[in-house]
């Protein structure tokens, strides 16, 4: 009996670091799960429509929705680009300014870099004031798996 409970004993204690080895592994894994998360490399499949969103708040009305073009995955480092395009014509330059701005500094499209602009003159907004058309590509790296 006494030779049965050490080996128990001793089973336990394996089992007891077995354990702790897999739980520091998850905790290691799960911080750098949060270091990806925080530079914005979590997949939002909603990331054109939040573009569109803050166009609104902007006072930007887009030529039509915002598109999404997905690079083939990176297998080697488990992450794909992802590249939106966005159109506005006749818009005011500052609202158009703002909304580039917008989507640089909210928490939602972290991550989201600002790869092109290409402004040119339109016919004028409503008011009377020199409108501005605009084609913005946004890029943005997320993780596959």
Known sequence: QVSAR????????GAREATAQV????AQLDRESAK???RGTAPHPLM?????NYAHQASVLLAGPVTDSPA?????IGMRQVTYRAR??????LSLLNWL????????????EILETRFTPGAGTANNTPGWNIDAQF???EKTR
């Open 6 to 13: 050490t080996a128990a004993i001793i089973k336990v204690k």
């Open 23 to 26: 739980e520091r592994m998850k």
């Open 36 to 38: 990806l998360t925080s």
């Open 48 to 52: 054109a429509a939040e573009i569109e």
């Open 72 to 76: 083939a995955p990176l297998s080697s």
């Open 88 to 93: 506005a014509i006749n818009q005011d330059p």
């Open 101 to 112: 701005n917008i989507v640089q500094q909210n928490s939602p499209t972290t991550g989201l």
């Open 139 to 141: 890029t943005r790296w």
